[in-house]
């Protein structure tokens, strides 16, 4: 029943209205009052325009009272009926035109405010794209022939992917969020050459699956979960250092610490260089806790946020913006032509342009969203991480971001375990390394692995409950509805809301749970939130 309701409303696509002007919009850290546009009101022609006279309109099939005397008398009496029916046909236009200004001024008032339009056309939108180089299947992997590329028009090689239609929804959501990430970093045509469906672009689909198979093991035209995205963002970032960005995934269960982050974010001259830092999470079960809603709308508001890679059951979006409970979002399961490599950037056109953007409003219910999630924040200076962690520590809710001085060295740190590439790609021959399984020299945050050789304890972890992901690609979580009984295999005691550790395919490792009746927040705020200080510029400890 899900996937016939998403094909059916795929198919009509309606377009999000604006019903509740009293709500504002909190959209990355700005604000928008949903008030329609004043000029559009002022705008409308008010009736107007000569009375017509009632008086001596005559119907259509009307005769003349008396009858006719003379010729003269005659042509009088046709002027007349002329002018009525004149009369009577510009009475119905004005009629028709008050009912159209009356249907344009409901569309007007339920529009949505220019700036926060603008603002989407403004974001970086990736979506599925169709035609791009083979990127070639495993023996053992999906096959490349769908039901979902074959009811968008697209026909595989039998040999390879040339669309990711089907199952490359959280990879593009991954890729909007980065993209939009760099978009505050960078300027100019070279994202479009940076996320070209191509081997050669460094962002590209070609290189999240090479990546995704190497270090997660993830196979070509398989599903990636939010853990396996964030760990090849992480990779490919290292990786291409023209991009500048460098990334930190959050430990478990939402835990940031700081000398973890700071030793990624900082070079060994104490520099601060741009990073994007990733909380994965799971906020629920089925659906996201309600306990978690305000902190979840909250992570929206701050000023360093990218957004949000997660979705509905079975399908990825990414999420930008909030009114009350309706959260606005990108989706990707639209495909679009391939968006093809240039060395020379200035040969992109504007019609290359717009195909990596939108001004379609789209918003679904929180209560909708599914609760395994990769939340994003770009933290551009040692400034933006002291804010981020005053405001993180002062919202006074539920929180499910854990900020600590010190990561626990209990064995190897969560930052140790991801791999980090030591050198660029070549993305030249990078076709050739995904065809033949080629290896990858990656580095930790204490030295340089040799080649082939990504942890062993790395792999298990990102494979761990992979038989449950669907191989087609169409789920989210191992644990959605459509997944029943899954979660028995985790732990034995499911009554409560599950807090778990994000692993590469998108499934989760138990940690803890807690009770599902929404707790007494003056109780728990102490412990979830783990900061002890009233003042921001105070030091903080974990509890």
Same mark, same amino acid.
């Given at each position: 029943? #899900? ?14 209205? #604006?019903? &509740? ?35 001596q ?16 008398q ?15 046909y ?8 008050e ?14 405010p220019s ?9 970086y ?76 672009a ?11 198979q ?38 478990d269960?939402g ?22 830092l ?28 990218v ?18 409970? #309706?959260?606005?979002?990108l ?85 140790q ?8 790609v ?8 995904i ?5 990858v ?15 062993? &304890? ?7 409950e &992979? ?18 009984? &899954? ?7 499911m ?24 707790? #007494? ?12 200080t ?10």
């Amino acid at each position: 029943m #899900n996937n016939i309701q998403r094909l059916v409303g795929y198919l009509l696509d309606p377009e999000a209205l #604006n019903v &509740d002007h009293d709500l504002p919009i909190v959209c990355l850290g700005q604000e928008f009052s949903a008030e329609p546009d004043a000029d559009r009101e002022d705008g409308l022609e008010q009736d107007g325009g000569e009375a017509v006279e009632d008086a001596q309109v005559m119907g259509e099939g009307d005769e003349p009272q008396q009858p006719l005397r003379n010729q003269q008398q005659q042509a009088v009496e046709t002027l007349k009926l002329a002018k009525n029916r004149i009369s009577n046909y510009i009475a119905q236009l004005r009629n028709d035109e008050e009912k159209a200004d009356e249907a344009t001024r409901i569309e007007r008032s339920t529009s949505w405010p220019s700036a926060f339009v603008s603002t989407i056309e403004s974001l970086y939108y990736m979506s599925y794209r169709t035609e791009f180089p083979l990127i070639p299947r495993s023996a053992s992997g999906p096959a490349p022939v769908s039901v979902s590329a074959l009811l968008r028009g697209h026909v595989n090689d039998r040999s390879g992917f040339t669309s990711d239609i089907g199952w490359g929804c959280m990879v593009r959501s991954g890729q909007t969020m980065l993209a939009n990430s760099l978009a505050r970093l960078h300027h100019g045509s070279k994202l479009l050459a940076w996320f070209a469906d191509d081997p050669q672009a460094p962002f590209s689909i070609h290189n999240f699956v090479y990546y995704g198979q190497v270090a997660c093991k993830k196979l070509p035209g398989e599903w990636f979960g939010p853990s396996a995205a964030a760990r090849c963002m992480s990779i490919l970032c290292s990786s291409f250092a023209d991009c500048g960005l460098r990334v930190y995934i959050s430990g478990d269960a939402g835990d940031v610490y700081e000398d973890s982050f700071l030793k990624v974010a900082t070079d060994e001259d104490g520099v601060f260089h741009p990073t994007l830092l990733l909380v994965g999470i799971r906020l629920g079960i089925e659906k996201i806790t309600p306990v978690y809603h305000d902190a979840l709308k909250f992570s929206l508001s701050l000023p360093e946020s990218v957004g949000i890679a997660g979705g509905r059951p079975s399908a990825s979006h990414y999420f930008f913006a909030y009114q009350g409970s #309706n959260f606005f979002y990108l989706d990707p399961h639209y495909p679009r032509k391939v968006l093809k490599y240039k060395q020379d950037i200035s040969e992109y056109t504007d019609e290359d342009l717009a195909s990596v953007h939108t001004s379609r409003v789209r918003n679904i219910k929180i209560d909708t969203m599914d609760p395994s999630m990769l939340i994003g924040f770009l933290i551009k200076s040692r400034s933006d991480w002291d804010d981020w962690v005053c405001r993180i520590r002062e919202f006074p809710g539920r929180k499910f971001i854990h900020i600590s001085k010190a990561e626990p060295h209990f064995g190897q740190s969560k930052q140790q375990e991801q791999p980090q590439a030591a050198a660029a790609v070549s993305h030249s021959s990078a076709e050739a390394d995904i065809s033949a399984g080629g290896s990858v020299i990656s580095e930790d945050s204490s030295g340089s692995l040799p080649d082939n050789s990504i942890p062993d &304890d790395y792999v298990d972890v990102c494979r761990e409950e &992979d038989e449950q992901v669907d191989g087609t690609g169409d789920r989210f979580s191992a644990s959605s509805s459509d997944n029943e009984g &899954d979660d028995d295999d985790e732990e034995e005691d499911m009554t409560g809301v599950q807090v778990l550790e994000s692993d590469c395919d998108g499934s989760m490792t138990m940690l803890s749970s807690s009770s599902v009746a929404a707790p #007494n927040v003056e109780e728990t705020t102490a412990q979830d939130g783990g900061l002890k200080t009233d003042e921001c510029g105070e030091g903080w400890q974990s509890s």
